[in-house]
């Protein structure tokens, strides 16, 4: 009795191991996968960010003066200098600075939101809900697949604060669709209707296809764009609005900021990556993904495959996406090793490996796409293929 009690114990104990945060092996082809932490820190903002964290830092210390100082740092001046903004704020995710901007300029007023852009993401989040949640009065425009400058017009009146502009985040919609410029809808909107867009993905560049740039949104005429840091952009969890000085400064002042600020850890790790972006360092996780050339996914590939028993392991054709709601349906050329065997007990048997490596399955045979696996982990894929398919 005594030993299956313990082996009992020891059961769920290794069951609740597994729900602590630690390290897996990224092979689904997803760059920006939610599930597993969206985008991975540069390892040279975390050891450069380390100093902050395991010491005092000045996070509320003026320098000069020796008083408390205005949270934050230089991150937020960082993000109004990569986007072009006049100034910018820095919130603890995405999903903060839309309820924020929404609270605090358009509480008990109306907000024009396209029918089509209405959208639901991950964890059930729903901009209606949000809105209501805010004290703002949704005002639909347009259709689900047409939507005109003129339906925004026509809707505005005395009572109307902003327009929102959402982005798509996990879908697109194809065929008979029309949605107005953003350049143009800004020069129709009255002039004290806020245009804010949530651009959501963070791209940075014009490089990623399927999105629109902050900046570009800013030049278009948006007077705000908030958005993720750990998509696109390459750092931790975080939401930032860019935009106009006045109304950046109406956002730091209102109650909900201080609720939604972030501590010392993201605030020093967005520091780092936004440096690292302004010098040209990075181009963030999916473009430096992106553009890994075939030759080297092949030599990946052969790696891996080296010593395993001929036919339990080939190389295929695969896509890999950027995921976390950034450029729905875009997809890019790949490579990926499919595994010969009982592909649910396999994938299962990779999800227990140390560390769990996670794939996926399709046609019935696992795929372990090479483009999200790093290079230093292929030693370890390879001893876990060995291991169970030798």
Not at 41 to 48: D, K
Request: net charge neutral; glycine share 10%; charged share 20%.
């Amino acid at each position: 009795m005594g030993e299956a009690v313990l082996s009992e114990l020891e059961a769920a104990c290794r069951k609740a191991a597994q729900r602590r945060l630690g390290r897996v092996i990224n092979a689904t082809g997803v760059i920006l996968h939610t599930n597993l932490g969206r985008a991975p820190l540069p390892s040279a903002a975390w050891s450069a960010a380390q100093a902050a964290n395991t010491g005092y830092c000045n996070l509320e210390l003026d320098l000069d003066s020796g008083s408390r100082g205005r949270r934050g740092g230089l991150a937020a001046e960082l993000c109004a200098l990569a986007t072009g903004a006049e100034a910018a704020l820095v919130v603890n995710n995405n999903a903060a600075a839309l309820f924020l901007i929404l609270s605090c300029l358009a509480r008990r007023r109306e907000v024009l939101v396209s029918r089509g852009e209405q959208v639901q993401i991950g964890g059930g989040f729903r901009i209606p809900e949000i809105l209501a949640l805010s004290g703002a009065r949704l005002v639909e425009v347009g259709t689900t697949n047409v939507t005109t400058v003129e339906d925004y017009t026509e809707a505005a009146g005395l009572a109307t604060a902003m327009a929102l502009v959402v982005h798509s985040s996990n879908f697109r919609i194809r065929g008979f669709t029309e949605k107005p410029p953003l350049e143009r809808l800004a020069r129709a909107l009255p002039a004290d209707v806020i245009l804010a867009v949530d651009q959501g993905s963070g791209a940075l560049d014009e490089g990623v296809r399927g999105e629109q740039a902050v900046g570009r949104c800013l030049k278009d005429g948006a007077h705000l764009v908030c958005f993720s840091a750990d998509k696109l952009l390459g750092g931790p969890q975080a939401g930032l609005i860019a935009g106009k000085a006045e109304l950046i400064r109406r956002l730091s002042r209102h109650p909900l900021h201080r609720i939604f600020r972030p501590g010392k850890t993201v605030l020093s790790l967005l520091e780092e990556c936004l440096v690292r972006r302004l010098n040209g360092e990075s181009s963030g996780p999916a473009g430096d993904l992106l553009g890994l050339e075939a030759e080297e996914l092949q030599r990946r590939g052969r790696r891996v495959l080296r010593g395993l028993e001929a036919g339990r392991a080939r190389l295929v054709p695969a896509v890999m996406t950027p995921g976390g709601g950034s450029a729905p349906d875009e997809d890019y050329p790949s490579l990926a090793l499919e595994l010969v065997g009982d592909a649910p007990a396999l994938l299962a048997a990779l999800r227990q490996w140390d560390p769990p490596i996670i794939g996926t399955i399709a046609a019935d045979r696992v795929l372990l796409n090479l483009a999200t696996v790093r290079p230093e982990e292929l030693p370890v894929l390879r001893s876990a293929l060995q291991s169970l398919l030798g």
